[in-house]
């Protein structure tokens, strides 16, 4: 059973939604990231084992065709660009068997892996091609001197391509012409989901709260969420990292949060395809949003000119809004989240700072005295890299080790101080904890940093982080140090809006919220079919 069936039961109960809800999980997954099989770094084994710490389902993605790199002299791309690129999709041809093999093993009942390949284009925008099924060769060689069509032709879609792959835009936000999407060159049926969230930045609309700061420069609002549903298309999102250094679902980049009814290849896959997806940048914040009874991600009949909205989060701080957006402008929202008292909440943990380029080895358990471990979340992330350019340290000896049962959580993780002073390179976790005012935070903490190991033991009361977080250093100033967030009561962390909403527009709908921690998700829009207009 997902959380929101669990904490909005009587409401779900009265609406008559229950049963459809509560025979739905909430599944985490990151879709395009990349690893040194093309151009990129780390190892596809090591891509693996971090996905494995934190995801339910993932990709490893291979730069592998940019069919018109040359096209255009007026974009100018440099030589020595155009043969980096090229190494990078033979260095992918290569790799592809070894590739097969490992993600192959990798497969389990708990854990599923997806095959993918990207295209970049001028002309069409970048798209991930997604396999649905293990065992998928990559397209032939083009013949030198003949014209790459490939993208082209999936993207205009036949059945059989249409059951065996799914054509993800990526990065849409950036202009058109300029590797943003082409609208124009958009086909649903082969693209169920685009999406909008990753390391380039939020493409929900140009003035969404995550810039788009890479290298190939700045977001164009036609090319956001808000521009295709603007042109009436109906389409899913999600969330992907888009990293570069063999660390899928790497936290604040772009996850996927998929409902389905159990985990499998097929479920994933058909969630996908049916746009039962929400876009979040962090936390895997759960949401469900119906509209006139139709839920998201579906096609609702054409209304009289009201909206009866409903929606439910649970998130994993205490969220700061939730908004329901139709044709770019808040119809419906709530601000205000009260407590419920009591001592169900959430806590963070947050491990690094320190010197930049010292690296801090940590071994942490934290164990829940005097209460319950009612759920927890990984906030693990790789190595950052903005520019596929960039060399990174190696960090095949930095992987994270995540497990958390009924009683805690226990944690092995390096930490490298933060890159700028507006970058976090921290690790931790969210945990929700069902306790009393006995409960107590066991904490136990080993660092090995500047040639030292310290060991610390904490026991803090739960009733100590009320409006108050708890810090310490490892060895004094700009030492290595770590934060326990304040306590947030589970009611800070629920959102339910009924609301009844009168309109003459019959554009798409769909929720947006943001954690206290800045955390973001976007739901897949309600739209409205056009059929009796």
């Known amino acids: 059973m997902n959380r929101i069936a669990h904490f909005f039961e ?13 025979g739905l999980n909430a599944y985490v997954g990151d879709i395009h990231n990349h690893c040194g099989i093309s151009y990129g770094y780390g190892t596809i084994e090591n891509a693996v084992a971090f996905a494995s710490q934190q995801l339910d389902f993932f990709s490893v993605t291979g730069h592998f065709a940019w069919p018109d790199i040359a096209d255009d002299p007026e974009m100018m791309v440099p030589e020595d660009v155009q043969a980096y690129h090229r190494e990078g999709f033979r260095k992918l041809r290569r790799n592809w068997p070894h590739y097969m093999s490992v993600m192959d093993a990798a497969q389990s009942p708990s854990f599923i892996p997806f095959y993918s390949y990207e295209y970049h284009g001028f002309t069409t925008g970048d798209y991930t091609i997604l396999c649905r099924d293990l065992g998928e060769e990559l397209p032939p060689e083009v013949p030198e001197g003949e014209k790459d069509d490939r993208l082209n032709e999936l993207l205009r879609g036949s059945e059989e391509q249409q059951e065996r792959f799914l054509c993800t835009p990526h990065h849409i936000g950036y202009r058109k012409g300029y590797r943003g999407i082409n609208w124009d060159r958009y086909n649903p049926a082969v693209s169920p989901v685009v999406e909008i969230i990753s390391m380039h930045g939020c493409a929900e609309s140009f003035e969404a709260r995550q810039k788009y700061l890479h290298t190939m420069g700045p977001r164009s609002g036609e090319n956001t969420y808000q521009g295709g549903l603007g042109r009436g298309f109906h389409f899913g999102v999600v969330g992907s990292t888009d990293h570069h250094n063999a660390a899928p679902g790497s936290y604040g980049y772009g996850r996927t949060v998929l409902f389905a009814e159990k985990l499998s290849r097929e479920s994933v896959w058909n969630g996908l395809r049916k746009r039962m997806t929400s876009a979040a940048s962090g936390d895997p914040i759960e949401a469900m949003f119906f509209v006139n009874g139709t839920r998201a991600g579906e096609i609702a009949p054409d209304h009289d000119g009201h909206l009866e909205i409903e929606s439910y989060v649970s998130a994993y701080d205490a969220l700061d809004t939730v908004e329901i957006i139709q044709d770019g402008k808040v119809i419906a929202s709530q601000h205000d989240f009260p407590s419920l008292g009591g001592r169900r909440g959430t806590l963070s943990f ?79 976790f969210a945990v929700e904890i069902d306790g009393s005012d006995d409960t107590v935070i066991a904490l136990s903490v080993d660092v090995n940093w500047d040639g030292r190991k310290v060991h610390r033991d904490y026991e803090i009361p739960l009733t100590e982080l009320d409006g108050r977080e708890f810090t310490d250093y490892v060895s004094g100033f700009v030492s290595p140090s770590f934060e326990i967030g304040q306590f947030r009561d589970i009611g800070t962390t629920l959102s339910h809006i009924r609301a009844t909403v009168s309109t003459e527009s019959r554009g798409a709908v ?22 009796g207009r």
């Open 510 to 531: 769909y929720l947006r919220c943001y954690q206290k921690n800045g955390d973001s998700l976007f739901t897949s829009p309600v739209s409205f079919s056009k059929e």
């Open 10 to 22: 009587k409401d779900l109960r009265e609406s008559g939604k229950y049963e459809s809800v509560s």
């Open 350 to 428: 947050m491990f690094g700072w320190g010197k930049k380029h010292k690296s801090a080895e940590w071994d942490i358990s934290m164990k829940v005295v005097n209460g319950k471990l009612a759920a927890a979340s990984p906030r693990l992330r790789g190595i950052d890299m903005v520019d596929p350019l960039d060399v990174p340290e190696d960090g095949s000896k930095m992987l994270p080790s995540y497990k958390a049962d009924d009683n805690g959580v226990k944690l092995h993780v390096f930490t490298n101080g933060n890159a700028t002073a507006v970058t976090d390179g921290t690790q931790g």
